[in-house]
């Protein structure tokens, strides 16, 4: 168990809608990352938060959106889904979000848009 | 876009033997790292290896990295059925604040050891 939730565990939702996906990063991390995972574009970042600012920024459509709150839980939000973005979106969290540090991984949410 | 690419994509080995699989990257790194994921869940650091070491040990794992060349190699001795997995090499790079922390991933290589 690396200590970081993420819920749902599974998504399936209709083109055209919005979902939200939760995630509380391990106690004491304070930096949160959004990763994509599909089998054409294997693993792609899309965001990174440290302590509620956005930190750094990835291949993160403008459908997307993220944050993160004050109690360091994230949700990236996606909207107008397309058939295309049916993937395994992991959250990882690390101590400060610098360089050298490793992250740990949820275990996904898997969106389906059918 | 992705900086590590990963070579064999698959493998497969029987239980005892070695693996060996090899990430090269295209632009300069502060660190290289090296994850697992079992099918379908949450990936698991194995091994960090920094821009100015050769190469690292951690249990059965050993890591190799040549700036020179810009590649690492990850190498698990003594494989097991349970080490059956896909492995990713993730590169940081160097640069403005905007890429300070975050890691980029290869294809990965995915390893089935056989009993």
């Known amino acids: 168990d690396s200590g970081v939730t993420q819920t749902p565990k599974h998504l399936i939702t209709a083109t055209g809608q919005r979902v939200t996906l939760r995630c509380s990063p391990r106690?004491?991390?304070?930096?949160v990352y959004w990763y994509q995972q599909s089998l054409d574009q294997g693993l792609q970042f899309l965001i990174q938060?440290?302590?509620?600012?956005?930190?750094a920024k990835g291949n993160i459509l403008e459908r997307f959106s993220a944050q993160q709150f004050p109690d360091l839980h994230s949700e990236l939000n996606l909207s107008s889904l397309e058939l295309g973005d049916s993937a395994l979106y992991f959250c990882a969290s690390s101590v400060a979000g610098g360089t050298g540090e490793k992250l740990f991984f949820g275990s996904g949410t898997q969106l389906s848009v059918l | 876009s992705q900086q590590g690419e990963e070579d064999p994509q698959a493998l497969s080995i029987q239980e005892g033997e070695n693996a060996t699989m090899n990430c090269s990257y295209k632009t300069s790194i502060n660190n290289l790292q090296w994850y697992r994921q079992n099918s379908g869940r949450g990936l698991v650091h194995l091994i960090l290896i920094r821009s100015n070491e050769r190469e690292k040990h951690s249990g059965r794992l050993r890591v190799t990295l040549d700036t020179s060349k810009k590649s690492s190699s990850l190498l698990i001795t003594a494989s097991r059925a349970a080490d059956t997995a896909s492995y990713f090499c993730a590169t940081d790079h160097p640069g403005t604040t905007d890429s300070w922390g975050k890691l980029q991933f290869g294809a990965g290589t995915q390893v089935v050891v056989t009993p």
């Open positions: 106690s004491g991390d304070l930096s």
């Open positions: 938060y440290y302590n509620g600012e956005e930190r």
